[in-house]
């Protein structure tokens, strides 16, 4: 069987090719790190949310308990019951 030599032309193609594989393949490893990062952090700013809203209900409990039901004017601090 004869021996065939590709062009320098084809040649050059096909390693342009194989290198835009692996740029685009480096590329996809680094959005998925992200992606993981990402939820990571959301994972932790539900965590936070979940413990800031415990912390809202456990003081409404306790200004509950101390003023009875009603609202508060955070500008004015009053206290006004309901009727």
Request: net charge negative; hydrophobic share 35%.
């Amino acid at each position: 069987m004869e021996k065939k030599v590709l062009e320098k032309e084809e040649i050059n193609k096909l390693k342009e090719l194989k290198q835009q594989f692996k740029t685009l393949t480096d590329l996809t490893g680094e959005t998925e790190v992200q992606i993981m990062n990402l939820q990571i952090k959301k994972e932790q700013l539900k965590f936070n949310l979940q413990n800031l809203q415990q912390q809202e209900l456990v003081l409404a409990e306790k200004l509950e308990e101390k003023y009875g039901e009603g609202t508060i004017s955070l500008e004015s601090g009053e206290f006004l019951p309901n009727k």
